[in-house]
């Protein structure tokens, strides 16, 4: 099942993501952020399909939020967590603590749990 979450910045940015895949389609659809350096956005996007690219520019020169690279502090509480070890190779997770936003080039992007969707 997956999850809707609220994406917001300490900058004003503030906006609604859909995490994970639904019911019908969680063997081929993994929906996660990512960033993307060739626009400079934050984009969802479904890693289960290659090349792993940018839904506004089709960039491929993205990281997934997953990458401790983007992390600037953990949080404590889980906002998302999915087993792709078997897709990916990784378990993916998403918490509540202060990403990179690049907007603003800050870490203050942080995640919130709102919904589940199927």
């Known amino acids: 099942m997956g999850a809707m979450a609220q994406a917001s ?3 004003g940015y ?3 993501i859909r995490l994970g895949g639904g019911m019908l389609n969680f063997e081929t659809v993994c929906l996660f952020p990512i960033y993307c350096r060739t626009c400079q956005t934050l984009q969802t996007t479904n890693l289960f399909e290659s090349p792993v690219k940018c ?3 089709d960039g491929t ?3 997934v939020y997953d990458d ?3 992390l600037g502090e953990p949080g404590t509480r889980k906002v998302f ?4 070890e078997k897709q ?5 997770r998403l918490s509540d603590g ?3 936003y690049p907007a603003c080039g800050q870490m203050r992007l942080r995640f919130q749990r709102t919904a589940s969707w199927d």
């Open 61 to 63: 020169d993205v990281t």
């Open 98 to 100: 202060r990403y990179l």
């Open 14 to 16: 503030s906006g609604s």
């Open 81 to 84: 967590s999915w087993d792709t």
């Open 88 to 92: 990916l190779g990784r378990v993916l």
């Open 68 to 70: 401790p690279e983007l």
């Open 9 to 11: 910045c300490g900058c």
């Open 55 to 57: 839904n506004k520019c």
